[in-house]
């Protein structure tokens, strides 16, 4: 009886392990929450579509002050990356709205996002205030990371 009992605890222990490489133990997984709301001050629409390399979230137009929210759980290997695109009149900037290596420590469980003409400022969630301010990306020609067109 006990070598049956054994492979049993072996067999469990195998499936939890190829569960949580996958990311699909709820207990241990923890969702993200991104919010980018539009911060233009001078009332203008922004367009915003954000991709990582399954999902495609489509476009959304936000006027001034109004958000898109989207929620996902990182990956297990650390590598989860979600890069949106920003075009208001004649300007179009990408930033990496969520890029685990860099978010996974400064906001845990939900990344909002106050996006301006000069880039987006992440809120710090210790003083309740969007003062943690990034420039965008560099140009994208030629990236490998946004192959699919926006």
């Keep these: 009886m006990a070598p049956l009992h ?21 207990i241990l997984a923890t969702k993200v929450g991104v919010r980018i709301t539009n911060g233009f001050e001078d009332l203008s629409d922004i367009n915003v579509q954000c991709k990582s390399g399954d999902d495609d979230l489509g476009p959304h137009l936000l006027g001034f002050q109004e958000f898109f929210e989207f929620n996902f759980e990182p990956n297990f290997q650390g590598t989860t990356l979600f890069f ?15 890029d685990q290596k860099r978010d996974g420590g400064r906001c845990s469980d939900h990344c909002w996002w106050w996006v301006k003409p000069d ?32």
């Design 6 to 26: 054994r492979y049993l605890v072996s067999f469990v222990l195998l499936v939890l392990l190829v569960c949580l490489i996958n990311g699909s133990v709820g």
């Design 84 to 98: 949106c695109r920003f075009w208001w009149g004649n300007e179009s900037h990408y930033y990496d709205i969520y």
């Design 119 to 150: 880039g987006p400022c992440l809120l710090n969630q210790k003083v309740g205030v969007y003062d943690v301010c990034e420039k965008w990306n560099p140009s994208q020609q030629g990236s490998e990371r946004h192959i699919l067109p926006f």
